[in-house]
């Protein structure tokens, strides 16, 4: 059996079983035993915790998904990253993977479905782009999808954040080689537009079937992914619609600045063909150091650019069916750089040019040559980064651990020296005493020195929690309760003023605690408010009950059941048992409303005085681990301290054990050691 199972964590998680397997970290299924709920707990493995890469990447998926908050995105409740053990809680999915689905339908989804998942995985990366996240590894694999059809992006392992300076050879070159882009297969710095590609690869692969780029091994899928062109999606798919296929493609481009610049981007053309599927797209391309260049998606017709050469998709050349078209205005959307959409209108040109396949002889010595380029490459960065004192490669340098408590987390993240040195652990928390956005936390705690990158935890202040008191006047008691606890507050309930028999058992007003009417206004979560609900004459009030003999304790129990609550209690000396009430104010068996607090007075216990004459016939402890004892003489008995039996002096005093009133004596004439009987256990 797993090591962790049946274990818990940080004393509140409990591993209930083993559910996923990677090649950095196991996942756990577990029950939050503080949040009564269950999690799905990523630790990291024990063999790569002394891989620097590996933990890097681990912490990187923590920091990422820690500020991110969208429907779309696994949620994470909680983060722990110490010497010993690395894991991540995150919210259960009780699903399977996009590419479970994919596998398990055994053929091409239906356009509907893959607009469906496409969008949903798009909104994710829109919120994570936002965030200045790259996740780097959007793949199949990493999309689970729930019951209700809905989907979550998940394992931000790779993630980076776009705005970080400090970039090293692994953050560039890794990922899954059928999903990445061409960029990331030569090791170039990577931005949004990367997981734009990745986007595309997966609509390719829903739409087809099978994937754009396949081959035996790792290395050859990168270089197909750089210089390659995929087979056009309708000539696997001919039910694919054009307008669906041109999205493909530009999200596909091999040059960033040709697809499309984010997400929403995308979304906007994918809206746009949900509304009219048999739209017609065409994308205009402006690069750096190139005349315009087109790529035209027009049903049966070619337009024609002034080019000395036809221009070509990335899915190959056009097929010459779109060429010969009459000149005829055509209506269509021009989507441009910025993904927006325009009307348009354009006279078409005739054209009576055939276009002839391109050879493709060259390609392997293509390949052979990009491969023995890229392999150089890699080992030449390889030696420069290990030559280079601050690489990954290098031992870690000692710096001064700052003190961000008090300062702005925005501030912090603006910081280059801060990020640039450390990695940031935010936890983010409901915090009264500090203003929304203010760190009051961190661990370790400054001043200390540490290696550089060291992860430095913060917790950062949400402010006072705020909830709208929900407005249940008129509402059923039961219900009102049940509302007014789901948001966070704490009801307490009292009888309405008067009573109306049609209305019996609602709620007649709710205020707080200085009589302010607060249905539909905003109070800090936590706060106490009464809950006036309208009563039944005999409900209103209730008889007070006899709790003479009662421990407070027992006293409080009764009372509440009562509807009463226990008020103050008085200490008295009176000759019943110690601890015990005696009196109550109200007295017992007079009608009051229900909500009223009753006074009690509580015995102190009747002490007698023990004399030199008196003979000791008895003593019992009576204070487990300490030298208490009731000692009987005669008719009468007393607590005592029992010292020496030679030393007679003493005082009043009280037990501080039971508050009973004693006389603390060391000895009295008489006694015989004998007699003390021994303490009870403990």
Known sequence: MDKFVDKRLDGRYLIKSLIGNGGMANVYKAIDLKENRIVAVKILKEECMGNEDLVRRFKNESKAIAVLNHPNI????DVSVSAKLQFIVMEYIDGI????????????????????FISQVLLALQHAHQKGIVHRDIKPQNIMLLSDGNIKVMDFGIARFSRSENHTITDKAIGSVHYISPEQAKGDVTDSKADIYSVGVMMYEMLCGKLPFESDSPVSVAIKQISDTAVPLRKINASVPEGLEAITEKAMAKDPHERYQSAADMLADLEAFKRNPSIKFEYKYLTDNSPTRYINKVVGRQQQKPAAKKPQTMFGQQSAARTNAAETPTTRLEAGMKGGAQVRTQQKRSRNTASKPHKKIALPVLAGITAAVLI???????????????????????????????????????????????????????NSDYESGIIFSQTPKAPKTVKEHSTITVKVSLGVEVVTVPNVIGWAEADAIASLKEVGL????KPAAETDEANIGKVESISDMNGNAIAGSQISS?????????KAEKDVTTM??????MTLEDAKKVLVAKNLSLGTATEVDNEAAAGTIIETTPVAGKEVPKGTSVDVKVSLGHTHNFVESDVITQATCITPGKRWYRCTAGDASEEREYLDPNNHEGQRDIDPATGYFIWRCCGVSGIDPSLIQAPPAQ
């Open 97 to 116: 993977t996009l590419k479970d689905y994919m596998e398990y339908r055994k053929e091409p989804l239906t356009y509907k479905e893959t607009i469906h």
């Open 526 to 534: 936590g706060t106490t408010v009464y809950v006036y609900v309208v």
């Open 74 to 77: 696994v949620k994470v409740f």
């Open 544 to 549: 007070v009950p006899d709790c003479a003999g």
């Open 376 to 430: 150089g490459a890699v080992i030449t960065v390889l030696l420069i980064f290990k030559m280079a004192p601050n690489s990954i490669f290098s031992k870690n340098i000692d710096v001064d651990l700052p003190n961000l408590v008090n300062r702005n987390i925005s501030e912090v993240k603006a910081d280059s020296t801060i990020m640039g040195s450390f990695t940031l652990n935010i936890v983010e928390e409901y």
């Open 490 to 493: 704490s009801p307490l309930v």
